[in-house]
């Protein structure tokens, strides 16, 4: 037999990292990620030849890269991006999860679908452009849905004669905008897409830049999301009553299924249930029918618990001593994502980790200015509006901040007449 | 005592938690749905996150296989066997009967009944008013299959709306949908071929013997290997040759094709798929060549 068997050498686990490209129309979101896939040997060779062929079909000579990504019939038809295409590339030592953003203003639900889960963001900017109001709009989404790390990619360096001069400026105007929203943490890089200058190779036009090159920025990146410890945090999803007759063992079982959110939960801790109130401790932590002595973020786990106590879907289990706040009131920041506008007489649903709430508007604070970063009065939200708002829920729901817990700071808004998904909030 | 160092998780630790916890969640919010088992290694893969998921309980769905009859005796052996050993329930619909009820017209007689099954799957739903299907669906098969969300809605005709999706934030997936209408899920969406064929190894899974190495008598065709079986027999004039192969995939005889191979063990398959060249679907499918845009055109008429 051949040598195959040899061949990749066993590969070291760096866990996973997930990104997305966002910014403006046009600035080379999809070729950067076609480019990245291209220079790294992951696009095989048959997507290969068949984005050759409808390159050719159009006329062009090279290869549109933005083929990749660039899906359905109706974004090849217009050479835009409409709705988030997802890539997974590896290096070897870790798997990234690609999420390629539309930059049209029309599409930017699907840019804040894609950024809600990333833990990286890449904001393109087009050279010859420099900041624009979708490059502010990006930012400032990236930074409210709290993206750790954030790349300022200057891209189209080439048609700006690889410009240090322009480089700076867009830099200089990027930084002062960004202080205004309070972003900290920004990494800026030259690039050109097209010809795959500092994406994994440095290429030779950009000498004048010391820093690192996009893929080490990648590997190099954290994939957490908290620079804190955090409380333990276990939502309910699923509660297991196995009663299966032909083994008396488990006719007593009650398994609460679900993932830990944050934190850390070992056997023998003291737990406390919401809404009830109701103490306890943890007696197993399982996975498929083994256990484990403790468990962590992220995880998808089943609690048992010494006592019985009535628990269901939608219930919270906390470390005593660490309770998130019981709230009927909240207030958020909004993204609305609905052609049809935020009513305030309405009554929509909230859904917030495994929970579901009516909830009404309370009141609107004040309305976000893209343009200036402006708070403004406003009655109504219109879609991609971004808005502080505060809610009155029918049913109390385990909070934290946002800030300091994303898995039960964040809620989203559903519209029962549609079951629509209108709305993406972060509460305060 | 809680630790200071925050642990992570290894890649394929997180792809499985991932997978439990959208189960879960379609456990928790639709009252009947049901998961797609055609015996097929994606599937194999979303039989073990459901063990991880439910038990020691039983699953909170049936299985269900749309069977166009044209399949490879060895995995229809298995799906059978699999479910027996689960001690799950298995509803098997099969496109022969859609036929013979006059929902499925061919054009010909040899016509591939792969894009058919849509319409029994349609039949399925409405026959056991299914509100969610789980299926194996990965989002790296396919260029439209990348833009898809984990929660995918389909109105009463079973139609996708790719310009229109439902935004999905953070992990608070939305499975509402009225009478009528249903939500597809796909657990496995972030995952690649290669991470399929690590879980199998890791996992120690079972798969039916055909995606190993065996020796086959096909005949080429546009470029392809066709497998000669009664289905797909030879025509006058073509040279049958009998090669080493194994399928990457398996699915309705007449349009998936093994690929060259020896690779007789998972380790050897993992290697093989570490330094391949061509996609799985550009290797093994042969409906989807025909049209840029085949695969979102019949997802857009229901399939999955
Ligand atoms: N000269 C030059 N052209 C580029 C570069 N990067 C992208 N382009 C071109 O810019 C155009 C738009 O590129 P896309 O990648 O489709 O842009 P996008 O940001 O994904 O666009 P949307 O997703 O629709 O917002 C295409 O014609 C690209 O070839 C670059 O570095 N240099
Ligand atoms: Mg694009």
């Known amino acids: 037999m051949s040598a195959i068997e040899n061949i990749p050498a066993e590969i070291q686990d760096n866990g996973l990292l997930r990104f997305l490209t966002c910014g403006s129309v046009d600035d080379g979101k999809s070729t950067l990620i076609g480019r990245l896939l291209f220079d790294s040997k992951t696009i095989l060779a048959d997507t290969l030849h068949a984005m050759e062929r409808t390159s050719k079909k159009r006329g062009m000579e090279a290869i549109d890269l933005s083929l990749l990504t660039d899906g359905l019939q109706a974004e090849r038809e217009q050479g835009i991006t409409i709705d988030v295409a997802y890539r997974y590339f590896t290096t070897g030592t870790r798997k990234y999860i690609i999420a390629d953003a539309p930059g049209h203003e029309q599409y930017t639900r699907n840019m804040v679908t894609a950024a809600s889960t990333a833990d990286l963001a890449i904001i393109l900017i087009d050279a010859r452009k420099g900041v624009l109001t979708q490059t502010r709009r990006h930012s400032y989404l990236a930074h409210l849905v709290n993206i750790p790390h954030i790349v300022v990619a200057i891209n189209k360096m080439d ?141 998808s786990i089943t609690l048992l618990l010494d006592d019985e106590i009535d628990i269901s879907r939608g219930d919270m289990i906390v470390k005593t001593g660490e309770l998130p706040s019981v709230t009927k009131q909240i207030d958020a920041m909004l993204c609305w994502l609905s052609e049809s506008p935020l009513d305030p007489r309405r009554k929509y649903l909230i859904r917030h980790t495994t929970r579901d709430s009516k909830a009404m508007l309370a009141g609107i604070e004040f309305r976000m200015d893209i343009n200036t970063m402006e708070h403004q009065a406003a009655e109504k939200l219109a879609m991609n509006d971004i808005a502080k708002v505060s809610f009155k829920l029918a049913q109390p729901i385990f909070a934290d901040s946002y800030a300091e817990n994303r898995g039960t700071g964040a809620f989203i808004v559903i519209d029962e007449s549609s079951n629509n998904t209108v709305g993406a909030g972060m509460i305060l | 005592m809680t630790t200071l160092t925050k642990q992570t998780l290894s890649h394929l630790d997180w792809l499985e938690s991932e997978a439990i916890h959208i189960m879960r969640e379609v456990a928790g919010q639709c009252s009947n749905p049901v998961l797609l088992f055609s015996g097929g290694k994606d599937s194999i893969c979303m039989l073990r996150i459901a063990e991880k998921a439910f038990r020691p309980g039983r699953f909170p769905f049936p299985l269900m296989h749309i069977d166009t009859g044209h399949n490879y005796k060895e995995v229809t052996d298995f799906r059978d066997k699999r479910a027996a050993e689960l001690g799950e329930r298995l509803i ?213």
């Open chain 2, 92 to 304: 098997v619909r099969s496109v022969e009967d859609s036929m013979a009820r006059g929902t499925v017209v061919l054009k010909s007689a040899d016509e591939s009944r792969n894009k058919h099954q849509s319409v029994t799957l349609l039949e399925a739903i409405e026959e056991f008013g299914f509100d969610a299907c789980i299926g194996g669906a990965r989002r790296d098969e396919e260029k439209a299959r990348a833009k898809e969300r984990i929660f995918s809605f389909r109105d009463e005709f079973g139609q996708w709306d790719p310009k229109n999706q439902r935004p999905e934030l953070w992990d608070l997936y939305n499975a509402r949908s009225f009478k009528g209408e249903n939500i597809r899920v796909f657990p496995i969406s972030n995952w690649t071929e290669f991470d399929v064929w690590q879980y199998i190894e890791r996992e120690q899974l079972e798969l039916p013997s055909i995606y190993y190495a065996h020796v086959r008598a096909i005949v080429r065709r546009q470029g392809g290997m066709l497998p000669v079986t009664d289905i797909t027999p030879a025509r006058p004039g073509d040279t049958i040759e009998n090669v080493r192969v194994r399928f990457r995939t398996v699915g309705d005889i007449t349009c998936t094709a093994p690929v060259e191979s020896d690779a007789d063990t998972i380790a050897r398959i993992i290697a093989e798929t570490a330094i391949t060249t061509i996609t799985e679907r550009g290797a093994t499918r042969l409906d989807d060549q025909t049209s840029e845009a085949s695969m979102e055109q019949r997802k857009k008429e229901g399939y999955f």
């Open chain 1, 159 to 299: 048609l700006v004669d690889y410009s240090q001069e322009v480089f700076d400026r867009i830099m200089a105007d990027y930084l002062a905008f960004a202080a205004r929203l309070g972003i900290e943490d920004v990494h800026f890089i030259p690039l050109s897409a097209l010809n795959g200058d500092m994406i994994v190779d440095r290429g030779e036009r950009l000498d004048w830049y010391r820093g690192p090159t996009l893929i080490d920025l990648l590997e190099a990146a954290s994939a957490s999301h908290v620079d804190h410890q955090e409380s333990f945090r276990f939502p309910v999803q699923y509660v297991c009553r196995p009663q299966d007759a032909a083994n008396p063992e488990l006719h007593d079982y009650r398994g609460f299924m679900g993932r830990v959110e944050s934190g850390v939960v070992a056997i023998g801790d003291a737990v406390t249930v919401l809404p009830s109130g109701r103490e306890t401790h943890v007696k197993d932590i399982q996975i498929n029918t083994g256990s484990l002595p403790q468990a962590f973020a992220e995880q």
